[in-house]
């Protein structure tokens, strides 16, 4: 249905500097697909539908939508418009007309309906998202659930062929998430075919056909939800959705500041929600740091936190190393070591030794 190749996009910010935002995106798109696009925030999601929809167009590439270039001259932008739908995080309701309005306006315009037809296939579109009681409301007399599902019903009302939604959810109290998504569940079981930002990950895991992962303005990762929420290829999609968090330390020498790994290992405990760890983690690295790691300079430190698996660990990564230099240590700071964790993993890996405390 969509083909897209080589799709760029470029930005000049304001003090002149050139920011390429998408990179080289290339997908295609079947009909009846409902894929989720994932990712960290900052690396192009919205700007790629954005660009899809021409509502900002790209810089480079093609776009192929039911064998038309959307990006050839003279493409009506009126075709684009009531053939690709697209739901905003923040609604986009017209705030000054009511909601049977709202809904009946573009079918009017666009596509020729007379007003009796229009709010017939209005009222039809309203019950189907639950708010055939509201249409005479304001959108300002409306929760944000509802004022989202009345924004799907509008895109409905164009008979689009594919739907495009930034985070529908985001904008919204967790009180209403879930009447919204169970919206959009429905019409991915009507065969919608659908493009959603979002990072409700598992409706994105239940309702999917397959999952883009965008990272650095490209799919970094594209695959069904088991391969990319189970099996993911890249670290980067792993610690996305595992949503792994972690401090780095190189300690490069005996004069790096220790005082300062703490210090951020405490910070880090109190915003994850995982201060009952920061003992442990104290108490290891200063036994590290008196025995084993004061010959094995440089090394890197980490401090890991897998939110998902809720798993807490430190680990020592000694690179070009190929036996574990616990294993040199004495019994007495082995033992004491083994009583601050509930495991000493020693492993080695494609980068040297690494021994990993999960406490
Ligand atoms: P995401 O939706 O993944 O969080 P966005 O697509 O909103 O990311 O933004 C990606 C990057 O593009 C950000 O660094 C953002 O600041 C930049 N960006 C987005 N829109 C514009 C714009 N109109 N002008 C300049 N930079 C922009
Ligand atoms: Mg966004």
Redesign the pocket.
């Known amino acids: 249905m969509i083909t897209i190749k080589h799709l760029s996009?470029r930005?000049?910010?304001?003090d002149g500097k050139d920011?390429q935002?998408?990179k080289d995106v290339n997908c295609v798109i079947n009909r009846g697909e409902v894929i989720s696009i994932i990712?960290?925030?900052?690396?192009?999601?919205?700007?790629?539908?954005?660009a899809i929809n021409l509502l900002?167009p790209p810089t480079g590439g093609e776009i192929i939508f039911d064998g038309e270039n959307i990006l050839a001259k003279g493409y009506p932008l009126n075709k684009l418009r009531q053939k690709m739908g697209m739901v905003f995080q923040s609604f986009n309701l017209f705030e000054h007309m009511s909601i049977l309005d709202n809904v009946t306006f573009a079918p009017m315009k666009l596509r020729g309906l007379t007003r009796a037809q229009a709010e017939e296939e209005a009222r039809v579109l309203l019950r189907k998202v639950g708010m055939a009681e509201k249409a005479a409301a304001m959108p300002s007399d409306l929760s944000g659930g509802q004022k989202q599902r009345v924004a799907i019903a509008r895109c409905l009302a164009m008979h689009p062929e594919v739907i495009l939604f930034?985070?529908p959810t985001s904008a919204l109290d967790p009180t209403m998430v879930g009447e919204v998504l169970s919206v959009m569940r429905q019409l991915a079981a009507e065969g919608m075919t659908m493009l959603i930002?979002t990072h409700e990950m598992r409706f994105a895991r239940d309702v999917s056909t397959r999952i883009f992962f965008?990272n650095e303005?490209v799919i970094y990762e594209d695959g069904t939800p088991q391969q990319i929420f189970e099996n993911p290829v890249h670290s980067a999609t792993k610690q996305f959705v595992q949503r792994i968090h972690k401090l780095v330390f190189e300690v490069d020498g005996p004069d790096f500041d220790m005082l300062d790994v703490h210090s951020q290992i405490a910070a880090f405990c109190n915003k994850y929600n995982i201060a009952d760890k920061r003992d442990a983690a104290d108490r290891i690295i200063d036994t590290m740091s008196t025995t084993v790691a004061a010959t094995l300079h440089p090394y890197t430190l980490r401090f890991t936190y897998g939110e998902q698996a809720d798993i807490t660990a430190i680990d020592y990564m000694k690179e070009g190393s190929l036996q574990s230099f616990l294993a040199t240590a004495d019994t007495t700071v082995r033992e004491a070591l083994t009583s601050l964790c509930r495991e000493i993993v020693e492993e080695p890996t494609s980068r040297g030794f690494r021994v990993k405390f999960i406490l």
């Open positions: 996009k930005f000049v910010t304001p920011l935002v998408l990712g960290p925030s900052g690396t192009g999601k919205s700007t790629f539908l954005r900002d930034d985070e930002v965008m303005g």
